[in-house]
């Protein structure tokens, strides 16, 4: 707001004397304040972009970490949860999927049948709910005959950390537990035999 | 079978079925009540009794399967939350970093209005303390302003006897 | 080719608009009058190339050329000849494209307008309406460009068409009036900066663009008040605002522009607050470009979509740079912009509009913290949560209160000061008569929330004492020997701002009455109905008949329920809501259909999520009591504004009067 600077129709000189002073000297409150208050805001805006930024999990660095409380009859060695950092040292397939989406049922026997072709082979398939009601999850999961762990994504936690924007999504993770491919939409064949194979020779 | 048996067997069936009509079924009012205060998990800013989707019509079973159940809504908005996170809230859960949402406000308006009477006050001191005289004031009527006007102060002074 | 000429087009208008804002800044820096009118010739140049890119895309729109990417994007072969018109802004870069186009055609009448009796502002002014434009263009021209062609080398042979919610009627018109809100909003700004950068710091600029501001304003109003409108007639929730970021981020400028108004008058009344009008219309200005930001890149949904798009980033960046350049320069003046007049009573109307000013802000700085929330809660904690209605509610409907009752009180104060004494007089017989009316409401109609009476009361008082305002100045040139009628049309043909601002209190004050009856006693019911069933809600009931389905023009797919409607026992028609599908987008809308009296709306909507059978359908029923008001108040509203803006010739005649003493004075310096 405005400053009620005394100045013209104010005869008195002292005060006018100590505004000089003021004006030479240090920087005046309210420039302080000003540009503070802006560089502050700013700066503020410019952090949340860059953090924005971040995006999804990368290829080559390290999948985030997550624990999994398993849907009853689809848990992983007969365990009621376990963790990503549980399944090191084998190669891990993360699908995201939910019983309302579409285009997940385009991939769903495809998963099934290439989970039964390497389970033998140190490879994990986790299937995730994402944003789902246990009911819905629990009759597509019938419906498609899945056999593989599956988990919901309580709390939306899961999908959060992997910066998921929609359904159906895959992740690659390799032995080492470093991400090494993404797919956004439903998988085909012949990419997801590269990619396990290309995993497990590694 | 014979017919008396078969007499008995649908009447044992009939008794059993019995609890299972008594209860009523929850109404669609009901169902949106709780719907109302919660938001689509999945769609942007889309309150669940509205949301025209899939998903959202799964959600408002699950709901309803949970009233015939007897929960409470808190139970119910619990249950959601502890399923797809906060944001199915209407507002975020006043705790931690979230309490922020109303403490910001409440404290800006609380300050705001210090400021602002100190302001107002220091504007007001600095017209009666500089030589005694408040600089520029005339009479309690203000002085007449441009030509349109001067006819509405007229009539205002008019008005004022 | 019309493609490539349309995108040349862009091309060109960006460069004229860099070598204005170059032009200007060398003919201020030079003081060379010549380059300075090149600049501004070059300003309105702009106008003419986007009039023929816009009209080259609407041609590629009515051809259906689908080898461009946006006329595939939003139309299709069986629309309607007038929405592949409007298609212009039912898109992204369409839609920025015409914002540009506004901004073009208000910034060269704004500069050609004020070239004569500004001259010593131009220079900074054009410099600053460049570099508004300069940004638009530039996000037209390299980001988001309306001519670029569709990937992959196949031309697809019919379109997507436009989407299904922007075929009726009110959203066709509800952008362009925000936009040209917008756009307005950005003309008083740029003549404030001029005053700032040239030190011409008297009240010229204001005067200038006082007109500006409230025609903009007008416009920014009226698509708010639009948007609800059509929320209500086409989303079919039963409502009108559901304080959702795209809302908000349209009105968050309005409050600001809103404070803007009313503290202008007291500088041009005592020439006080100078610097803090200079903060409104940078802030104004600042908001404008965050809201156009918001509605367009959906930043608040999805912090990630922000990111990822080109756009976000560069309008930060666009940001940045403009509150740094207006803070600097705002700095910099503020010692010559300080008055030596001071504030003399706390029942002054200078007061009374101070006390606007704080509450206005405490709205605007409240709903923009609400809006912008759920970005900070996901960036700091990296959880989504939503902030919904009943934290703006809480916060908002309180201010909204003081707002509306310093609405009735602020016109018995006068300037400098008056006396406590007089205004509480003054309020006495309007409170004890609000307080009647409440009365009547809470023992005959039963209403029992006290937000609701207190709301009541305070409307009650505000409208009885603006009227009361009316009815002075009426009894006082009656007085005089004027007839009733006579007197009410020349108080305000003389007063134009004054009265027009009193009709938009009234229309403020009647929306606030509608707003207050649909907000605490709206009624809803939802029910399964077979065919001659019935349901009831308040004093109607609704019996279904049926459902019959057809098809509709385009691509449409109707299926209309056929409902009788009783009120109290009397038979009072069909009413018939529908649901509409677009087969080839797939995209389902419920389309309601309202009863509406003076006292109530009974909407209902037919569910189309649920199953809809020949005989069998679900159903829900609002009752809206009072909601027409806000509608009504919306009119009065827009009335009132049109009285204010109204050119009043008197002010003409001194406005070229003036004009040409500058001019004759002027020549001599510049002819050579």
């Not at chain 3, 159903?619 to 009285?643: E, H, S």
Request: glycine content about 8%; aromatic content about 12%; overall charge negative.
């Amino acid at each position: 707001m405005n400053e009620t600077i005394t100045t013209a129709t104010d005869t008195n000189t002292q005060n006018e004397a100590a505004e000089e002073t003021t004006e030479r000297g240090s920087l005046r409150w309210s420039t302080v304040l000003v540009w503070g208050g802006v560089i502050a805001l700013l700066a503020l805006f410019g952090w949340g972009l860059l953090n924005a930024n971040e995006g999804r999990p990368e290829e080559g660095t390290v999948a985030p970490d997550f624990e999994m409380q398993f849907f009853d009859g689809y848990q992983w060695k007969d365990l009621e949860n376990a963790s990503l950092e549980d399944m090191q040292g084998q190669v891990v397939v993360l699908n995201f999927w939910a019983s309302w989406c579409v285009e997940c049922r385009v991939e769903a026997d495809l998963l099934e049948s290439t989970w039964r072709q390497y389970r033998d082979q140190g490879v994990v398939f986790l299937g995730v709910a994402y944003v789902d009601s246990e009911q819905k999850s629990l009759a597509y999961l019938e419906e498609f005959g899945i056999t593989y762990p599956n988990a919901p994504d309580l709390g939306s936690e899961i999908s959060n950390e992997y910066k998921i924007t929609g359904v159906p999504e895959t992740f690659f993770i390799g032995k080492d537990g470093q991400v090494s491919d993404f797919v956004l939409g439903p998988v085909n064949a012949t990419m997801l035999q590269n990619e396990i194979q290309t995993l497990l020779a590694q | 079978m014979k017919k008396p048996t078969l007499y008995l067997f649908l009447l044992l069936s009939l008794l059993l079925a019995l609890p299972a009509v008594a209860q009523e079924p929850v109404t669609d009012d009901e169902v949106n009540a709780v719907a109302r205060d919660l938001y689509c998990p999945v769609c942007e800013n889309t309150p669940l009794d509205v949301c025209p989707t899939q998903a959202c019509q799964d959600w408002r079973d699950e709901i309803r399967m949970q009233l015939a159940q007897g929960k409470s809504e808190e139970e119910i908005q619990q249950y959601f939350v502890e399923r797809y996170g906060p944001r199915v809230l209407a507002e975020p859960p006043r705790e931690g970093f979230n309490q922020i949402v109303w403490l910001l406000p409440i404290a800006g308006v609380v300050i705001g209005a210090v400021l602002f009477g100190l302001y107002l006050n220091n504007l007001r001191k600095e017209g009666v303390d500089e030589t005694g005289e408040v600089a520029q004031s005339t009479a309690p009527v203000p002085p007449p302003a441009a030509d349109e006007d001067e006819y509405i102060s007229r009539v205002e002074k008019e008005l004022r006897e | 080719m019309i493609a490539d000429l349309g995108y040349a087009a862009v091309l060109l208008a960006f460069a004229v608009a860099v070598y204005a804002a170059v032009a200007s800044a060398y003919g201020a820096y030079k003081n060379d009058d010549r380059w300075v009118e090149s600049a501004r010739n070059s300003t309105v140049i702009i106008l003419p190339l986007l009039l023929l890119a816009s009209g080259l895309l609407v041609t590629l729109l009515l051809l259906g050329d689908f080898s461009v990417d946006y006329v595939w994007q939003v139309s299709s072969r069986e629309m309607p000849t007038y929405l592949k018109v409007t298609a212009l802004w039912g898109g992204q870069a369409g839609g920025l494209l015409f914002w540009n186009l506004l901004l073009a055609a208000f910034t060269a009448a704004a500069m050609l307008r004020n070239w004569d009796n500004q001259r010593e502002l131009m220079p900074y002014a054009l410099l600053v309406g460049a570099m508004t434009q300069i940004f638009f263009l530039g996000l037209v021209a390299f980001v988001e460009n309306p001519f670029a062609r569709i990937a992959g080398g196949v031309i697809p042979a019919d379109g997507r068409g436009l989407n299904p919610l922007l075929r009726h009627p009110g959203m066709i018109i509800h952008p362009p009036m925000l936009y040209l809100g917008f756009t307005g909003l950005t003309i008083p700004y740029t003549f404030a900066m001029a005053a700032l950068i040239s030190g011409k710091l008297d009240d010229t600029w204001i005067r200038t663009t006082r007109r500006w501001t409230l025609v903009a304003w007008l416009f920014l109003s009226l698509g708010l008040i639009l948007g609800g409108r059509w929320a209500y007639d086409v989303l079919g929730w039963g409502g009108y605002w559901a304080w959702d970021p795209v809302e908000n981020a349209s009105f968050i400028p309005w409050l600001a522009g809103t404070a803007f108004l009313h503290s202008v008058m007291i500088q041009e009344k005592r020439n006080m607050f100078k610097v803090w009008n200079m903060v409104l219309v940078i802030l104004t200005y600042l908001l404008v470009i965050y809201g156009t930001f918001i509605v367009r890149s959906g930043v608040i949904s999805s912090v990630h979509s922000f990111a990822q798009s080109a756009v976000g980033p560069l309008f930060f960046g666009f940001l940045a740079i403009m509150t740094v350049f207006s803070a600097y320069w705002l700095l910099r003046r503020r010692d010559e912009l300080s008055s030596p007049n001071r504030l003399e009573s706390l029942f002054s109307r200078e007061a009374a509009f101070l006390l606007n000013n704080f509450v206005f802000m405490g709205v605007l700085v409240a709903t923009f913290w609400g809006t912008n929330y759920p970005i900070i809660s996901e960036l700091f904690t990296g959880e989504k949560v939503t902030v919904g209605p009943p934290f703006y509610n809480r916060v908002n409907g309180p201010l909204f209160a003081v707002l509306l009752l310093l609405m009735g009180v602020a016109p018995l104060t006068m300037w400098y000061r008056s006396s406590a004494e007089r205004i509480g007089m003054a309020l006495r017989w309007p409170a004890l008569a609000a307080l009647a009316v409440a009365g009547v409401l809470y023992f005959a109609f039963d209403v029992n929330s006290w937000g609701a009476l207190l709301g009541m009361w305070i409307v009650t008082v505000s409208l009885l004492l603006t009227i009361l305002e009316f009815w002075k100045g009426i009894r006082a040139r009656m007085k005089r020997g004027e007839a009733p009628w006579s007197a009410l049309s020349n108080l305000m043909a003389r007063n134009r701002r004054r009265y027009g601002g009193y009709w938009i209190h009234i229309g403020v004050l009647v929306m606030a009455f509608g707003i207050i009856g649909s907000y605490f006693f709206q009624q809803e019911t939802q029910i399964r109905l077979r065919q001659g069933e019935s349901v009831s809600l308040g004093s109607y009931e609704m019996t279904f008949q049926g459902v019959r389905q057809f098809p509709g023009p385009d691509d449409l797919l109707i299926k209309e329920a056929s409902l009788a409607i009783t009120d109290n026992g009397r038979s009072v028609g069909e009413l018939t809501p529908r649901t509409e599908l677009y087969t080839r987008s797939g995209q389902p809308m419920t389309i309601p259909s309202l009863r509406s009296t003076i006292g109530e709306d009974f909407y209902v909507i037919m569910v189309n999520w649920e199953t809809v059978t020949s005989n069998e359908a679900t159903f829900r029923l609002y009752l809206n009591p009072l909601i027409n008001w806000v509608w009504a108040g919306g009119f009065i509203f827009i009335f009132g504004t049109l009285i204010a803006a109204w050119p009043d010739p008197a002010d003409e005649k001194v406005t070229a009067a003036a004009r040409a003493r500058r001019r004759a004075k002027a020549r001599p310096a510049y002819g050579d």
